[in-house]
């Protein structure tokens, strides 16, 4: 027959104690790199010892910048949104896809900034009555006073 668990508080204290002894992963795996030169690492989980979440994290290529760009991919696979790290392929396509963007924008700029200043409108200037609210003789101009006599 098999043993019921015992509710010994100095057994469970010492197992927790045997398990806290156990060697832990401190460096982590190296996972990849992106095309600005970062590097990322990851420690993966460990349910045994209490662990949930894997420990992701990146170094980054400068180290003296604090403020490094990231790629979308890795950003999503550093906070947990995504399990596996983006390919190298994955990465190519989206840069490119990226790069075709940024042309077909700069040649769109080019087509309709030209076809905006011919098209242009006029400035208009701005006279006693231009840009005003408009005045009725019915009414007070200023409150409190009767409106002007009607000729």
Request: proline share 9%; no cysteine.
């Amino acid at each position: 027959m098999a043993q019921k668990p015992t509710r010994d508080i100095f057994g469970i204290i010492f197992k927790n104690f045997w398990k806290s002894l156990r060697p832990r992963q401190f460096r982590g795996n190296y996972i990849g790199e992106d095309y600005f030169g970062n590097k990322y690492f990851e420690i993966p989980a460990n349910p045994a010892i209490g662990k949930r979440k894997s420990s992701r994290w990146f170094e980054p290529a400068d180290k003296d910048a604090f403020d490094q760009e990231l790629t979308a991919e890795w950003e999503a696979w550093l906070r947990g949104r995504r399990e596996e790290p983006p390919t190298r392929e994955e990465l190519v396509k989206n840069l490119q896809i990226m790069d075709m963007k940024k042309r077909n924008a700069a040649e769109l700029e080019a087509t309709y900034a030209k076809a905006k200043d011919e098209k242009a409108m006029p400035k208009q200037v701005e006279g006693p009555t231009i840009g005003t609210f408009p005045k009725y003789k019915d009414y007070e101009f200023i409150p409190g006073r009767d409106p002007p006599e009607r000729k």
